[in-house]
């Protein structure tokens, strides 16, 4: 190989780390939108076209993606994670939401032993916002805070692991509230997590896994009626 593609090959190795690297010390999440290709460039000290590669190599890998005219995000937080992205849709709704039942059940029985006022105080401004927008009838502002308060139970586990198998699950369970949230938009009756919140705030765990599983039974039962 001759010395300028190999010392342009490990350019290139280099930009894959260091982005790696950002994605990894949670400063870039699942869903940001990182820098551009020009901002990249000059913040890592390298031209364009290798930054580009490095990016596409990502895209390939299943860590970012690329969209035309919006940019470039953050698509999971591993090889395994975009692997995992990539069989999810492939998969039916009701597999889906048996995945997400899965790790929320365990979530909130962790989040109500290892919860702390940050976390409880997180959970009630996204519970806040969530009823909020229920009662507005404002679906796109529900799903995001429903998404949102599942992601701070979650994040109440302190268990890293579990959060990056969430982040990686993200959409799936994002495209679960929204197809749950729409299909019945004029009910007065939504899928209520006030118990759950108590649950958690009491620290009591086998009430928190009692609730998760019922929220979660429920939304299993609406996904079989369509």
Not at 11 to 17: A, G, K, P, Y
Not at 113 to 124: F, H, K, N, P
Not at 135 to 147: I, N, Q, T
Request: proline share 2%.
């Amino acid at each position: 190989m001759p010395l300028a593609s190999t010392r342009r090959t490990g350019l290139v190795d280099q930009v894959i780390s260091q982005l790696r690297a950002q994605i990894d010390s949670g400063e870039w999440r699942v869903g940001d939108r990182i820098p551009t290709e020009s901002e990249l460039s000059e913040q890592l000290e390298v031209g364009r076209n290798t930054v580009r590669e490095a990016v596409r190599a990502l895209a390939h890998a299943g860590l970012l993606e690329i969209r035309q005219g919006a940019g470039t995000f953050i698509r999971a937080s591993s090889e395994l994670g975009g692997a995992l992205r990539r069989r999810l849709e492939r998969s039916e709704l009701r597999e889906n939401l048996e995945v997400r039942r899965a790790l929320e059940m365990e979530a909130a029985r962790l989040a109500a032993v290892r919860r702390t006022d940050e976390d409880l105080a997180d959970i009630d401004r996204a519970m806040a916002l969530r009823d909020a927008a229920w009662r507005e009838k404002d679906m796109g502002a529900f799903v995001e805070a429903d998404f949102t308060f599942h992601r701070a139970i979650v994040n109440a586990t302190h268990n890293t692991l579990l959060v990056d198998l969430y982040d990686d699950i993200a959409q799936a369970v994002y495209e679960s509230i929204a197809h749950t949230a729409y299909a019945q938009p004029e009910s007065d009756e939504g899928i209520d997590h006030a118990g759950l919140t108590e649950a958690v705030r009491a620290s009591d765990p086998d009430l928190a896994l009692r609730e998760a599983a019922c929220y979660l039974d429920e939304l299993m039962a609406r996904a079989g009626e369509d």
